[in-house]
């Protein structure tokens, strides 16, 4: 999952110096961070552990561990006294949906990887403790924990219980595994806690590689399957699941760059979406993790390329001039969150990194590192990039 950086004129350029000197990369990205990470964890030092537990679905047909969410784009049916069936609005979120779930998962996720990029940073035990107290009440008693399973998420009312694209909701846990690799070495994380929280993730990757629902996750042909893969690599690499490393990889050669990319780089199915900007950022920062998490000693997936010469390279190549200048967009602007974007992609530092593109995190340093709009904020899987580095 990790990658070594060494490259001197990369890290003195990310400081702002103006000749080269001889310091690791990874180094200047954690002197960059610092006061963010730090402002994080010392806001989550105080917080009280959550739990899906402490919010009950009255629709859920689940039980109260269970994940439950209601698909994005689905509204009451004016047209019917009780608005059942639910009805479709591609691109626009209803307000109203039981949301609960997924903001106590996000805010676990912000919670515990800002403490845990702040103890790598500072090795101050007081942040290891925190993080392993979240993580406790959120996967691990029995009495508070999530079960490892998402058989009720982007449920519909009226339609179906829950749904294979629901799977998307825990693409954020794919921070918590770094996380716990960075808490390694402190007091708080003891053996056995390491222990059960890889058995949550071993449980957890095992239903979404097993169940009718990770199945048609796994084989969707858009963002979505790019999501569900991402997470089966990260989780695999942090159980030690070597097949399903390998699957990972194969689907990123076959499927995510030989059918989802386009010859100029862009997605076609996510230009086609009435967010075609925001689907477009989600998608190539998604892939651009996946491809790192997977790279090794024998193949680097940032510079793998199909013999027509697509590759990560050239989706960076389409959506960096747009990021660096949104007026320079030509589709439509997204029906939602428009000017909340763009936040900062992830793409363009591990573009930057594994590319040796100076000019990439140059700009990645000048973007807000730490949007406010909900929405935007929802569709970003990494918010403490040091945790992905070493």
């Given at each position: 999952?990790?990658?070594?950086l060494?490259?001197?004129?990369?890290?003195?350029?990310?400081?702002?110096?103006?000749?080269?000197?001889?310091?690791?990369?990874?180094?200047?990205?954690?002197?960059?961070?610092?006061?963010?990470?730090?402002?994080?964890?010392e806001?989550?030092?105080?917080?009280?552990?959550?739990?899906?537990?402490?919010?009950?679905?009255?629709?859920?047909?689940?039980?109260r561990?269970?994940?439950?969410?209601?698909?994005?784009?689905?509204?009451?049916?004016?047209?019917?006294?009780d608005?059942?069936?639910?009805?479709?609005?591609?691109g626009?979120?209803?307000?109203?949906?039981?949301?609960?779930?997924?903001?106590?998962?996000?805010?676990?996720?912000?919670?515990?990887a800002?403490?845990?990029?702040a103890?790598?940073?500072t090795?101050?035990?007081?942040?290891?403790?925190?993080?392993?107290?979240?993580?406790?009440?959120?996967l691990?008693?029995?009495?508070?924990?999530?079960?490892?399973?998402?058989k009720?998420?982007?449920?519909?009312?009226?339609?179906?219980?829950?749904?294979?694209?629901?799977?998307?909701?825990?693409?954020?846990?794919?921070?918590?595994?770094?996380?716990?690799?960075?808490l390694?070495?402190?007091?708080?994380?003891?053996?056995?806690?390491?222990?059960?929280l890889?058995?949550?993730?071993?449980?957890?990757?095992?239903?979404?590689?097993?169940?009718?629902?990770?199945?048609?996750e796994?084989?969707?042909?858009n963002?979505?399957?790019?999501?569900?893969?991402?997470?089966?690599?990260?989780?695999?690499?942090f159980?030690?699941?070597?097949a399903?490393?390998?699957?990972?990889?194969?689907?990123?050669?076959?499927?995510?760059?030989?059918?989802?990319m386009?010859m100029?780089?862009?997605?076609?199915?996510?230009?086609?979406?009435?967010?075609?900007?925001?689907?477009?950022?989600?998608?190539?920062?998604?892939?651009?993790?996946?491809?790192?998490?997977?790279?090794?000693?024998?193949?680097?997936?940032?510079?793998?390329?199909?013999?027509?010469?697509?590759g990560?390279?050239?989706?960076?190549?389409?959506?960096?001039?747009?990021?660096?200048?949104?007026?320079?967009?030509?589709?439509?602007?997204?029906?939602?969150?428009?000017?909340?974007?763009?936040?900062r992609?992830?793409?363009?530092?591990?573009?930057?990194?594994?590319?040796?593109?100076?000019?990439?995190?140059?700009?990645?340093?000048?973007?807000d590192?730490?949007?406010?709009?909900?929405?935007?904020?929802?569709?970003?899987a990494?918010?403490?990039?040091?945790?992905?580095?070493?």
């Amino acid at each position: 999952m990790v990658r070594l950086l060494s490259t001197g004129l990369l890290a003195w350029t990310l400081l702002g110096c103006s000749s080269p000197a001889p310091r690791p990369a990874s180094a200047a990205i954690e002197i960059h961070e610092r006061p963010r990470v730090l402002a994080a964890a010392e806001r989550a030092l105080s917080a009280a552990p959550l739990t899906i537990t402490a919010y009950p679905a009255k629709l859920s047909e689940g039980g109260r561990n269970d994940f439950y969410s209601n698909g994005d784009y689905w509204w009451p049916d004016p047209a019917k006294p009780d608005g059942l069936p639910y009805i479709r609005r591609d691109g626009q979120t209803n307000p109203e949906n039981f949301a609960q779930h997924r903001h106590a998962l996000n805010t676990f996720r912000d919670q515990v990887a800002a403490l845990a990029a702040a103890y790598r940073l500072t090795r101050e035990e007081k942040y290891a403790a925190q993080a392993v107290r979240l993580l406790d009440v959120f996967l691990l008693d029995p009495a508070t924990r999530m079960n490892p399973h998402l058989k009720f998420a982007q449920a519909i009312p009226g339609r179906n219980p829950g749904r294979g694209i629901g799977i998307i909701d825990t693409l954020h846990l794919i921070e918590i595994p770094p996380s716990i690799a960075a808490l390694r070495g402190s007091r708080a994380l003891t053996a056995d806690r390491e222990a059960g929280l890889r058995r949550w993730f071993g449980d957890y990757q095992d239903w979404m590689l097993s169940s009718p629902n990770g199945q048609e996750e796994a084989n969707e042909k858009n963002n979505h399957a790019v999501a569900f893969w991402l997470q089966v690599a990260v989780f695999a690499d942090f159980t030690g699941d070597a097949a399903a490393l390998a699957e990972c990889r194969a689907r990123f050669t076959r499927k995510f760059i030989g059918t989802q990319m386009a010859m100029d780089g862009g997605f076609p199915l996510e230009l086609a979406r009435t967010k075609p900007y925001a689907y477009s950022l989600f998608q190539l920062d998604n892939l651009s993790t996946l491809g790192w998490v997977l790279s090794d000693a024998g193949t680097d997936f940032w510079r793998y390329t199909l013999p027509d010469g697509r590759g990560l390279a050239r989706g960076v190549e389409f959506m960096t001039p747009f990021v660096a200048d949104k007026g320079r967009w030509t589709r439509p602007p997204d029906v939602q969150a428009w000017e909340g974007w763009p936040a900062r992609p992830v793409f363009l530092l591990l573009g930057g990194l594994a590319l040796d593109r100076p000019e990439l995190i140059d700009l990645w340093r000048r973007l807000d590192g730490d949007p406010t709009d909900p929405e935007v904020r929802r569709n970003r899987a990494i918010t403490q990039p040091v945790l992905w580095l070493r």
